[in-house]
């Protein structure tokens, strides 16, 4: 669980493969309960990644679906009021059994109805994970942020004194997406290089590392491979996604589309075939 890492994590390519090997040797159940916006995008990259992706999120049975799942999404992009009473079933039933909950508060901050929603779920539930863009983790930390629709208008700066407090308040590892990514586990705040500016260029890349976070989440709860801490999991889990958007970007593709397919291709390729991700250099302590 978070907190109880040292300032110098060992994660070195041989920990990545085996992270990647797990996923594809176990083929982790990540139950979403997501935005309506990116479905598929999530959906997929948690197939390319090596996981099951189900998507159940009727009230009759979304808490039944968390109870047999390896890790549990909430992604409230697109949530009503009922949306998210049936994330809180789901969310407790994850609690029950012990598996991993991730959120991704999408557009905290913007409207008094996402702010309520948020806060209710992370007063019924215990999460592992918080994943969130830049103004969405400082205003969940208390701090003034500011977002626009879903987008953050903040550029990262100090960002990771907001990620450590709210890493604190909630016992859980949080992950600041970003030019440069931040993750802290509430101790120690670590910034990650890794990633290609193209990934902004289309709809969902941000949902997709919620997806990616709680896919690998599966690694460090219950009887899964021993890979690492819940905090060192998801720093690989951002390193990983980080590098796919650099290889896609690589042969340049002509627009958005072909770049977000050639995305997706690196995920899956990343993904079948777990070797050449050096994160050496990458992951630094701030």
Do not use: Q
């Not at 959906?43 to 799942?69: F, K, Q, R, S, Y």
């Not at 796919?244 to 899956?268: C, H, I, K, Q, W």
């Amino acid at each position: 669980m978070p907190g109880e890492e040292d300032a110098h994590v060992d994660i070195d390519s041989e920990r990545v493969h085996r992270a990647l090997s797990a996923l594809a040797d176990r083929s982790p159940l990540v139950h979403h309960l997501t935005n309506a916006v990116t479905t598929s995008e999530t959906a997929n990259i948690t197939l390319h990644w090596g996981g099951l992706p189900v998507m159940a999120d009727a009230a009759a049975e979304a808490a039944d679906m968390a109870a047999g799942a390896d890790a549990v999404l909430l992604n409230t992009g697109t949530a009503s009021r009922d949306d998210i009473d049936t994330m809180i079933d789901a969310g407790k039933s994850a609690n029950e059994v012990g598996s991993p909950v991730v959120l991704d508060p999408v557009g905290y901050g913007a409207t008094p109805h996402r702010v309520e929603s948020v806060g209710r779920i992370l007063d019924a539930v215990d999460v592992d994970v918080i994943k969130g863009n830049v103004g969405e983790i400082r205003g969940l930390a208390g701090e003034e942020a500011v977002v626009r629709g879903v987008e953050s208008m903040d550029v990262g700066e100090a960002v990771g004194e907001a990620a450590r407090a709210l890493a604190v308040e909630h016992d859980a590892a949080v992950i600041a997406s970003g030019p440069v990514d931040v993750v802290s586990d509430g101790e120690v705040v670590y910034r990650v290089t890794a990633g290609h500016e193209r990934m902004g260029t289309f709809v969902g890349s941000g949902c997709m590392l919620g997806s990616t976070a709680a896919t690998f989440a599966t690694l460090a709860c219950g009887d899964a491979p021993t890979i690492g801490t819940l905090t060192e999991t998801v720093l690989i889990a951002t390193v990983a996604f980080g590098v796919a958007g650099e290889r896609a970007a690589a042969n340049d593709p002509p627009g958005p589309a072909s770049y977000r397919t050639a995305f997706m291709d690196a995920v899956a390729t990343i993904g079948a075939e777990p070797s050449g991700i050096d994160p050496s250099g990458r992951i630094d302590v701030e």
